[in-house]
Nanobody, 123 residues
Framework: QVQLVESGGGSVQAGGSLRLSCVVSGYRYSWYSMGWFRQAPGKDREGVAC????????YYANSVKGRFTISQDNAKNTLYLQMNTLKPEDAAMYYC????????????????WGQGTQVTVSA
């Protein structure tokens, strides 16, 4: 059974940083895509950053380019999202997800989801 467990969310002031973690179990942590998505109240869920595990290619939403970094630690089966220079508009529930497809950041391709971790950014 695949499980994804996020952690690292919290409340920060604008300009601050957070690092989200996602531990994956019961899943072949290779040759697939993993990503971070977020959903703010009243908005659709959007892809923030994705990583092709086998090839290392990354994708970032335009709104976070240069501020967020997605990375992995294979030994720990953990996916990270380093978020710097946070803005109030980054506040959302952040979800980790895994897709049985290479090089994808399309929400519809992601079959496995964590429960989410809340990020709050105050102005």
């Amino acid at each position: 059974q695949v499980q994804l467990v996020e952690s690292g969310g919290g409340s920060v002031q604008a300009g601050g940083s957070l690092r989200l973690s996602c531990v994956v179990s019961g899943y072949r942590y290779s040759w697939y895509s993993m990503g971070w998505f977020r959903q703010a109240p009243g908005k659709d869920r959007e892809g923030v950053a994705c990583l092709d595990i086998g090839g290392g290619r990354t994708y970032y939403a335009n709104s976070v380019k240069g501020r967020f970094t997605i990375s992995q630690d294979n030994a720990k089966n953990t996916l990270y999202l380093q978020m710097n220079t946070l803005k109030p508009e980054d506040a959302a529930m952040y979800y980790c997800a895994a897709a049985p497809l290479r090089d994808s950041c399309q929400e519809r391709d992601f079959a496995y989801w964590g429960q989410g971790t809340q990020v709050t950014v105050s102005a």
